[in-house]
Nanobody, 124 residues
Framework: QVQVEESGGGLVQAGGSLRLSCTAS????????GAWFRQTPEKEREFVAG????????NYADSVKGRFTISRDNAKNTVYLQMNSLRPEGTAVYYC?????????????????WGQGTQVTVSS
C-alpha cells in the first residue's frame, strides 16, 4: 500500500507565497508521476500541476502558469509545489496525487493514490 501525505498549507495574504510538499511512503512505486489538484465546495477537483518521474515533463493549468512551480526530489520520494503571487481565488484544499504512469494526466481518475489534502487560504 502506498501512502501519500501533503504538508505546507496555511493562511497567506494575496501576493504571498507558500510551498507544499507531498511525500509518498510505504510500498513505494518504482517510478511515479506526481500531481497537484485543488478543490473548493463550489467546484469539482481541478488539475493544478504535474511532473513525471524524470522531472523532464511538466504541465500546469493555465491559471497558475508563471506563478506556480512543481519540482521533485526522488531520493526523498517528495514532490513540491512552490506557489507565488497567490490570489484569493487560489483558496482551496490542495491534494497530491500519484500514479505509476509515464506521462502526466490532468484528470483525477487517472491517479491511484491520494493524500488527505491541505488547506490553502489566501486573504484579500
Amino acid at each position: 500500500q502506498v501512502q501519500v501525505e501533503e504538508s505546507g498549507g496555511g493562511l497567506v495574504q494575496a501576493g504571498g507565497s507558500l510551498r507544499l510538499s507531498c511525500t509518498a511512503s510505504g510500498r513505494t512505486l518504482r517510478t511515479w508521476t506526481g500531481a497537484w489538484f485543488r478543490q473548493t465546495p463550489e467546484k469539482e477537483r481541478e488539475f493544478v500541476a504535474g511532473i513525471t518521474w524524470s522531472g523532464e515533463a511538466l504541465n500546469y493549468a493555465d491559471s497558475v502558469k508563471g506563478r506556480f512551480t512543481i519540482s521533485r526530489d526522488n531520493a526523498k520520494n517528495t514532490v513540491y509545489l512552490q506557489m507565488n503571487s497567490l490570489r484569493p481565488e487560489g483558496t482551496a484544499v490542495y491534494y497530491c496525487a500519484a500514479a505509476g504512469m509515464t506521462g502526466i494526466a490532468p484528470f483525477p481518475w487517472s491517479y491511484y493514490y491520494w493524500g488527505q489534502g491541505t488547506q490553502v487560504t489566501v486573504s484579500s
